[in-house]
């Protein structure tokens, strides 16, 4: 059982180029999220998904695309980077909400950095 | 707009000591407050949470307060040991969505 992994670890981009990022899970969660995390800032929200096929916009998601084409998988796009999408990246995915078991799991992150 | 505020930014805790960190939220709807610990190149994984209708959860070392009135949590973490250094994130959330507004988070060094 590896929980949610991401790839890549790290990344440099140019200014301009695209890239994608991917967040898989086996625990069989409804719900996946993508954050990113800057020095100050905490973790913003970028996109969310409550089920395969579906996707919704989170706090941050201007120069993100996201895409949930199987339940497991959750992609997360950069069209035409920027030196401000430089951060680390995380994934999480959770069930739906229901107490006790209101727990998103994270993945390890992505260090993205963009020149 | 930020909905959860976090103090303070960092923190230094001599071993044994208590580590206080509190957060402030803004909605009145928020229905769930979870705590999340992150340590140094690694993702952050859940604590503690609690729920309004209760005032306090301890868990081990580890307790939130709440104060529904005053729109007020906190987390208390007692015997801090050196271990416990990592970044502490406080969050809320409704019910009837998914998803979690976090605060900026607090750095905390236990130191030896």
């Known amino acids: 059982n590896a929980g949610v992994t991401q790839t890549p670890k790290f990344r440099v981009l140019k200014t301009g180029q695209s890239m994608t990022l991917l967040c898989a899970q086996d625990m069989n969660h409804e719900y996946m999220y993508w954050y990113r995390q800057d020095p100050g800032m905490g973790l913003r929200l970028i996109h969310y998904?409550?089920?395969?096929?579906?996707?919704a916009k989170g706090e941050v998601p201007d120069g993100y695309n996201v895409s949930r084409l199987k339940k497991q998988n959750f992609l997360l796009g950069l069209e035409s980077a920027a030196p401000s999408q430089t951060s680390v990246y995380f994934c999480?995915?959770?069930?739906?909400?229901?107490?006790?078991?209101?727990?998103?799991?994270f993945g390890p992150g992505t260090r993205l950095t963009v020149l | 707009q930020q909905q959860v505020k976090q103090s303070p930014q960092s923190l230094i805790v001599q071993k044994g000591g208590i580590s206080i960190i509190n957060c402030a939220y803004e909605n009145t709807a928020f229905d769930y407050f979870p705590w999340y610990q992150q340590f140094p190149g690694k993702g952050p994984a859940l604590l503690i949470a609690i729920r309004p209708d209760v005032s306090e959860k301890k868990e081990g070392r580890f307790t939130i307060s709440f104060n529904k009135s005053a729109k007020q949590f906190s987390l208390h973490i007692m015997d801090s040991q050196p271990g416990d250094s990592a970044t502490y994130f406080c969050a809320a959330s409704l019910m009837r969505y998914s998803t979690l507004t976090f605060g900026k988070g607090t750095m905390l060094l236990v130191s030896p």
């Open positions: 999480a995915s959770s069930y739906p909400r229901q107490w006790p078991t209101d727990t998103q799991y």
């Open positions: 998904s409550v089920g395969e096929g579906t996707t």
